[in-house]
C-alpha cells in the first residue's frame, strides 16, 4: 500500500509567537478555479443597426411617395403621360434588377477567389493527394469558360494520372493556369505605371496628376481583376479597391516605392533627373505598387511555382522610358 503524498507544511504567526500551525495535505488534483472571462458589451450595436435600417426605409418611403407622386400629378394631365411615365419607371427598374443581379454575381466570383487563395495556401503547408486534387478541380471548374485556359486545362486533365506527387500536381496546375495571366498582369502593371510617369512629368497642375493617378489606378485593379476572373465592377469594384487600400496601407505603399527608387536608382542618376520627372518616376511606381498589391489581390494562388511580379523589375523599364524622354530635354 502506498502512502498518499503529503502536502506542503504552512507555518503562521500567532500573537507574536512563532508556532507550527496544522499541516494541512494539499490536493494536487484540484485545478485553479478560472476566473469568468469579462464579457464585452457591444454598446451601441444594435443602435447601429436600427439607425441605419431606420434610414433606409425612410429613403425607400420617401423615394416611392415621389414616384407615385410623379405618377398621380402625370395621370391627372394626361393620360398617355401617366402611362408613359409608368414605362419609364418599370425600364429603370428593370436595369436596377439586373444590375444588382451582375453586382451579385461580381461579388460572389470575388469570393470565389478569395476562398481558393485562402485554400491553396492550407494546401501548400501540407500538400496531400485529396486537398490537392480539390483544389485542382475547383481551379479548372474556375475556368471552365475561360478560352485562354483550355490548354492549360487540358494539360492538368491529361498529367493528373500520370503524377502523383502532390507538390508536383499543384505546381502542374499554377504554371498551367497561371503562366500566362502573369505574363499580361506584368505587362498591364508596366504599361499603368509608365503612363502614369510620363503623364504627371508633363503635367502642369499637381490636381490632374491627383486625378490621372487614381484613374488609372482604379482602371489597372479593373483590369487585373477581369484578367484573374474577379470581374469586378461597381460595388464588387469598391471593395476590392479598399481591400488594395488596406494592403498598401499594412505594407507602407509609399514607403516601398521610395525604398526601391532609392535602390533601383543610384544617387547620379537621381541628381541628374528634374524635379517634375522625378515626381514622374515616383508616380509611376506608386502605381506598379498599387498593380502588384491589386495582382495578390485578385490571383487565385500565392507565387509559389513561378516568380512573383517585382516592383523593382517595373522600376527598371520605368527609369528606362525616362532616361529616354530625358535625352531630348538634356
Known sequence: MTAKPRGPEIFALEDDRRAIAIREEADFTALPEASPEPVVAQRGSWLTRAFWS?????????????????IISLQQKSVLAGQMGLALIGIIGFVVLVWLMREAFALLRLRAVTGLREEARAVALKPADAPVRSLTAKLVAFYAKDATTAAGRAEIERSASEIHDPETRLAIAERALLTAKDDAARAMIASAAQRVSVVTAVSPRALVDIAFVFAQAVLLIRKLSALYGGRASGLALLGLVR??????????????????????MGAGLAARLSAKLGE???NGILTARIGIAALEACRPMDFHALPPVLLSEVVKQIIAQEKVAEKPAA
Open 54 to 70: 431606420a434610414l433606409t426605409l425612410l429613403v425607400s418611403l420617401f423615394l416611392f411617395d415621389a414616384v407615385w407622386s410623379l
Open 280 to 282: 514622374g518616376l515616383l
Open 243 to 264: 481591400r488594395v487600400a488596406g494592403h498598401l496601407l499594412i505594407t507602407g505603399g509609399m514607403a516601398a516605392a521610395e525604398q526601391v527608387l532609392g535602390q533601383v
